[in-house]
């Protein structure tokens, strides 16, 4: 008996683990979407101080939330991130705009493909 | 490499190594040579995974550490399983198969078993039989070794053929290890310190810190030997 109650739990804890994992990174990555969205929507209106500062911000919050991101989503994806919201942060020129624009857009790609990817679905099991 | 991956490698492969002791403690204690073939195929993945964790930097540590988990955790179940049904163990593990019954070799089963007669001719010459005449059965267990057994005739002699009784054996309980005294295994033997002491005098080894292995058998038989100096 004390196996099975042993391999039910780790299952059943490893299944916790999952699901509850999903809805957080869920919820994180709805927070650096909507902070790309903010920065997007100022550089197209070329406040390039805002932009810049929600890049900051978006550096910031994945700082502090590297270790939870490290430990459960690609190390690579997570540079890339990095990169694009360090361009964005630096980005205070106007002739740079589309560069800018075409950043923020991939920056909220990255993002939404680190939460999409965590979505369970049989095609990306086979 | 850099310092830091050096230092996140040296880290992970501590982190690797207690979570594998743990993960193992759990699947129980069974020589590799004892394995079913389905739980050395679990062994070699986890530790393909474990390798993969150590290695690969970029990869979340998780991703190894849930394979690894749900595998134990499915052996863990399986194993439960086949020890309560007699038909799920048969078809999680299989069964026995005799490859010579009654001294007649099984063919059909060895052509099963793609079991050649080179294999078993082997098999027996590892075992010191020269003939397949001397075996009455031989059975391939569901690990994959070979048990034989030979007809009466060419078993070895015992004492129980011969009518002979002989006095049950014990087995001698280690009393001094390296310089040290065990002090767990003293309660059953009814000993203690100055009677080791007494028998260490008797061959001139000055003190326990001077024996390197004492045993003592239920019929008061000692074995000393002696710390040898450093070369």
Known sequence: MRGLAVSLSVLLAVTAGIVVHSIVLKGQMDDFIALTDQAHEAAQAGDFATS?????????????????LCATVDYGIIQECEVMAERARVCLDIESKSNLLMDLAELRQLFKTIQTSENFSFDNIF | MSGDVMGIVFVRTIMIYMFLMFALRIMGKRQLADLQPMELVVTLLISDLAVIAIEDNYRPFAYSVIPILLL?????????????????????????VYVIKNGVLQQNNMRRLRFTMEDLMEELRQRQISSLLQVQDAIMETNGKLSVFLKPQNKPVTAADLNLEPPPSALPVPIIL?????????????????????RLRERNIPGVKAAFFMTVDPYGGVFVLPKEGKP
């Open chain 1, 52 to 68: 810049s500062a929600k890049a900051q911000e978006i550096l910031e919050l994945l700082s502090r939330r590297q270790a939870y």
């Open chain 2, 72 to 96: 134990i955790s499915l052996e863990l179940l399986v194993a439960h399983l086949s020890m309560k049904s007699v038909r799920l163990r048969s078809l999680f593990t299989g069964h026995p």
């Open chain 2, 178 to 198: 390296d310089g040290k005294v065990l002090k767990e295994n003293l309660p059953g033997t009814g000993l203690d310190m100055e009677w080791i002491a007494e």
